[in-house]
T-cell receptor, first 110, second 113 residues
Framework: QKEVEQNSGPLSVPEGAIASLNCTYSDRGSQSFFWYRQYSGKSPELIMSIYSNGDKEDGRFTAQLNKASQYVSLLIRDSQPSDSATYLCAVSPGANNLFFGTGTRLTVIP | DAGVIQSPRHEVTEMGQEVTLRCKPISGHNSLFWYRQTMMRGLELLIYFNNNVPIDDSGMPEDRFSAKMPNASFSTLKIQPSEPRDSAVYFC???????????FGSGTQLSVL
């Protein structure tokens, strides 16, 4: 399987702070990049997608992509306790398949 | 609109027994994926189908695992015989071809004793 690496955490941040989640991938030909959120005991849900180098913002979430460094990140501004979950980085090398990292567990402390 | 439907939600079985997991994708989605999730290995892609045809089954761990998609609205993942190391959460997901966004079912928690 294509390698997608994430720091498993746990990552703890105080409420209102910025949470920074990072991901690296091995397949230089990868085309599409996603961040999924998974609450404990639930299924993953898509929160961000990014396809080209640079930043993409959606509300409190910003995804950043650097294909030269094979690096994807997710910033969560004004973190809330409801953001506490495991965040999964996913990479698609094309052909409609998708490979996931093992996830980073985030805890936002009130 | 109903999401991806998986059954059963929980399955407890004994080593050596056959296990069949079922999935109904979202209507109109023509790609279907089976994933397995464990603490140690995270979400592993087992197999995926486009338009009911298996495209990549390289993630299927061994011959004990098989998957079918007889029509656009139904897929099964079968393990025969099951082993304790197969214990995991099995997710089914669907998407439009080349759509990128996967919608996951609620998963099947499998425990093989």
């Amino acid at each position: 399987q294509k390698e997608v690496e994430q720091n498993s955490g746990p990552l703890s941040v105080p409420e209102g702070a910025i949470a920074s989640l990072n991901c690296t991938y091995s397949d230089r030909g990868s085309q599409s990049f996603f961040w999924y959120r998974q609450y404990s005991g639930k299924s993953p849900e898509l929160i961000m997608s990014i396809y080209s180098n640079g930043d993409k913002e959606d509300g409190r979430f910003t995804a950043q992509l650097n294909k030269a460094s094979q690096y994807v990140s997710l910033l969560i501004r004004d973190s809330q306790p409801s953001d506490s979950a495991t965040y999964l980085c996913a990479v698609s090398p094309g052909a409609n398949n998708l490979f996931f990292g093992t996830g980073t567990r985030l805890t936002v402390i009130p | 609109d109903a999401g991806v439907i998986q059954s059963p939600r929980h399955e407890v079985t004994e080593m050596g027994q056959e296990v069949t997991l079922r999935c109904k994708p979202i209507s109109g989605h023509n790609s279907l994926f089976w994933y397995r999730q464990t603490m140690m290995r995270g979400l592993e892609l087992l197999i995926y189908f486009n338009n009911n045809v298996p495209i990549d089954d390289s993630g299927m761990p061994e011959d004990r695992f098989s998957a079918k998609m007889p029509n656009a609205s139904f897929s099964t993942l079968k393990i025969q015989p099951s082993e304790p190391r197969d214990s995991a959460v099995y997710f089914c997901a669907s998407s439009r071809v080349n759509g990128g966004k996967l919608f996951f079912g609620s998963g099947t928690q499998l425990s093989v004793l």
